[in-house]
């Protein structure tokens, strides 16, 4: 059977701009059925559909457990029975059996800032398999020089922020060169759906740009959710130390680990 590989193009592009994609396979066929074993069906955030396993009620209802798994996260098996006494009501007689799989792209670092934290954070996030991207509006700051193998990307904070899907395994990290910023990046990013938001600054700075969200309508359970200070207080000064803290503190937050030594 040949499959149309616009699907496989697709899904990659839905990954690049972090969106998941659910996929439809039909594994086994027993008896007469639209469907055939391999077919496979891409279906979107957006609920539009790429592909076909067999149309008819077999696909309405694979397309609607589809975006089911979607809101889930989660993948599962169906079996679907084409029999007039079977839930979908058709005269098939067959059977037919396969799984949604949820394709999500993996653990996401996102950079907003260049500087050498980023750079660092950036070294880190590689080592430990995580995928990054940087925002910068400086463009000497924002380059592949400094941030190989990072998405990159170079423009206004606010407005390309608000354009970037900021999904549930995206971590945020809002280092950039001036508390304005900070509060500009951090106010674009509050309402997502990130797994973290972490701002640096000192305690009085991070009290002062809390105070103006506030003041601009965030609300308090929102900013609460902010770690800033960012980080974990492991005592370092330099660049590679901070940044290490605050990738302590993500993987603690992505791992559900606990603030313990091991020998306790």
Known sequence: MKIDNNIFLKIGEEARKNKAVALIIITK?????????????????????????????????????????????MG???????????SLGMICGGKAEGYIKVINSGPKLIIIGGGHIAVELHNLSKF???????????????TEE????????????????????????????????????????????INSDAAYIGMIGSREKTEQVM??????????????????????????RSPKEIAFSIMAEIVLIKNGGSLKHMKD
């Open 128 to 142: 430990i398999g995580m995928e990054t991207v940087v925002f910068e509006n400086r463009e000497e700051y924002g």
């Open 29 to 73: 066929v027993e008896g007469s059925s639209p469907g055939i074993e391999g077919s496979i069906m891409a279906v979107f955030e957006d609920g539009s559909a790429l592909g076909t396993v067999g149309g008819g009620s077999l696909e309405h209802c694979a397309i609607k457990q589809a975006k089911d798994c979607l809101v889930k996260g």
């Open 211 to 236: 105070s103006n969200l506030k003041a601009a309508g965030i609300s308090e359970d929102k900013l609460n959710k902010v770690y800033a200070p960012i980080g974990l207080n492991l005592g370092g």
């Open 76 to 86: 599962q098996p169906f079996q679907y029975d084409l029999s007039s006494e079977g």
């Open 146 to 189: 400094r941030f190989p193998e990072a998405e990159i990307i170079v423009a206004n904070y606010e407005e390309a922020l608000r354009n970037y899907n900021i999904s549930s395994n995206c971590f945020v990290v809002i280092v950039t060169h001036g508390h304005s910023y900070d509060e500009i990046a951090l106010k674009a990013v």
